[in-house]
């Protein structure tokens, strides 16, 4: 199984200002997932981000929110921007089981940020 | 109509007791189908994932797929105090990559 790092694994923040996740694999991974989960609600998948090119965003979310770069495969980050109160999440960084084909994913411990 | 639904909870049972988690799913061609434990202030951790109508089992758990009705559910056999957590239900649809989750539902396991 893949060994996820995310950092910070917490931070408080002022409304307006951005902050950096960054996110580091053991292994070399095709595709590496972000997750917000709000406090009390279930996983939501923010974007996809492939290395070489544009991460992919669901719908809700836009790059200028939350720009993610994605330099080599083993490595990731996501930008929350200009950050409101609403912000305030468990932010997780995830990548596919790609050894056993099963399709699971893994999960870094997340970022837990809070807006103030 | 949400694409993956579960009861919130939270669900109570006493100690020793089955606990039964159930997951609905709007999409027939949804292909895989996960459980995770997720406890308080921790990340998702896999329980278990099955693809195929029927029952599957591991150890204490035992997860159950019935396409025809969109439904997914696990049991979890002599429930401890330690299965105390949110599960999470997670479906990935036919031709995605993608991972769609549930609500959750809480369990709490009385001792």
């Known amino acids: 199984s893949a060994v996820i790092s995310q950092k910070p694994s917490r931070d408080i923040c002022q409304r307006g200002t951005s902050l950096t996740i960054q996110c580091q694999v053991d292994?070399?991974?095709?595709?590496m997932f972000w997750y917000r989960q709000q406090p009390g609600q279930s996983l939501t998948l923010i974007a996809t981000?492939?290395?070489?090119?544009?991460?992919?965003?669901e719908s809700g979310f836009v790059i200028d929110k939350f720009p993610i770069s994605r330099p080599n495969l083993t490595f990731s980050t996501l930008t929350v921007s200009n950050m409101s109160p609403e912000d305030s999440s468990i932010y997780l960084c995830s990548v596919e089981e790609v050894t056993a084909n099963t399709g699971e994913l893994f999960f870094g411990e997340g970022s837990r940020l809070t807006v103030l | 109509q949400k694409e993956v639904e579960q009861n919130s909870g939270p669900l109570s049972v006493p100690e020793g007791a089955i606990a039964s988690l159930n997951c609905t799913y709007s999409d027939r061609g949804s292909q895989s189908f996960f459980w995770y434990r997720q406890y308080s202030g921790k990340s998702p951790e896999l329980i278990m994932f099955?693809?195929?109508?029927g029952d599957k089992e591991d150890g204490r758990f035992t997860a159950q797929l019935n396409k025809a009705s969109q439904y997914v559910s696990l049991l979890i056999r002599d429930s401890q105090p330690s299965d105390s957590a949110t599960y999470l239900c997670?479906?990935?649809?036919?031709?995605?990559?993608?991972?769609?989750f549930g609500s959750g539902t809480r369990l709490l396991v009385r001792p």
């Open positions: 997670a479906v990935r649809m036919d031709s995605s990559y993608k991972l769609i």
């Open positions: 099955i693809y195929s109508n």
């Open positions: 981000a492939n290395q070489g090119s544009e991460a992919t965003y």
């Open positions: 292994s070399q991974v095709t595709m």
